[in-house]
T-cell receptor, first 113, second 111 residues
Framework: DAGVTQSPTHLIKTRGQQVTLRCSPISGHKSVSWYQQVLGQGPQFIFQYYEKEERGRGNFPDRFSARQFPNYSSELNVNALLLGDSALYLC????????????FGQGTRLTVV | GEDVEQSLFLSVREGDSSVINCTYTDSSSTYLYWYKQEPGAGLQLLTYIFSNMDMKQDQRLTVLLNKKDKHLSLRIADTQTGDSAIYFCAERKAGNTPLVFGKGTRLSVIA
């Protein structure tokens, strides 16, 4: 079975641009969470979606948005990119919203120049 | 508030045991996790423990939890060069709540 897949793996954007990151959860998993990992830090929670509804939001500005599709895949959108948005964006998949185990994808490395 | 702290670096010789420590502040945390991150990669779930347990062993990995002191440790027996990575401690409450991570401990294994 495929694990959590994220695309693209790397991305370079200019300040002010918009970006969309994609995540496909493990087959059978209905919950997707997004985390931002800045270099040298642990991952920080951005959003959780379960059954296509937002179930949690971290302390991130409104420039960050996400959605989950009927097939449980998810997109993370970031508008008006800032240099500080440069990070590894990680998607985590779990069977349910409150499931114990969360499995991460390889991440998307976003560089804002 | 929520905070997870770890020492930043640990260096051990191949074949020795490694012990990575973590402290957390949220006494309502229900699940505690250890993740491994290799260079340029995502996070790999190594193991987790429920807060009502004291110890969990899984092959070379042993997790110890001292709930009174809010202290979690991960022991890796017979440490190998392939164990070199960053290890993250994370906590989570019951229900629909996110993981809260520490800053990670970089483990270097010397051959």
């Amino acid at each position: 079975d495929a694990g959590v897949t994220q695309s693209p793996t790397h991305l370079i954007k200019t300040r002010g641009q918009q970006v969309t990151l994609r995540c496909s959860p493990i087959s059978g998993h209905k919950s997707v969470s997004w985390y931002q990992q800045v270099l040298g830090q642990g991952p920080q929670f951005i959003f959780q979606y379960y059954e296509k509804e937002e179930r949690g939001r971290g302390n991130f500005p409104d420039r960050f948005s996400a959605r989950q599709f009927p097939n449980y895949s998810s997109e993370l959108n970031v508008n008006a990119l800032l240099l500080g948005d440069s990070a590894l964006y990680l998607c985590a998949s779990s069977r349910t919203g409150g499931n114990t185990e969360a499995f991460f994808g390889q991440g998307t490395r976003l560089t804002v120049v | 508030g929520e905070d997870v702290e770890q020492s930043l670096f640990l260096s051990v010789r191949e074949g020795d045991s490694s012990v990575i420590n973590c402290t957390y502040t949220d006494s309502s945390s229900t699940y505690l996790y250890w993740y491994k991150q290799e260079p340029g990669a995502g996070l790999q779930l190594l193991t987790y423990i429920f807060s009502n347990m004291d110890m969990k062993q899984d092959q070379r990995l042993t997790v110890l939890l001292n709930k009174k002191d809010k202290h979690l440790s991960l022991r890796i027996a017979d440490t190998q060069t392939g164990d070199s990575a960053i290890y993250f401690c994370a906590e989570r409450k019951a229900g629909n709540t996110p993981l809260v991570f520490g800053k990670g401990t970089r483990l270097s294994v010397i051959a």
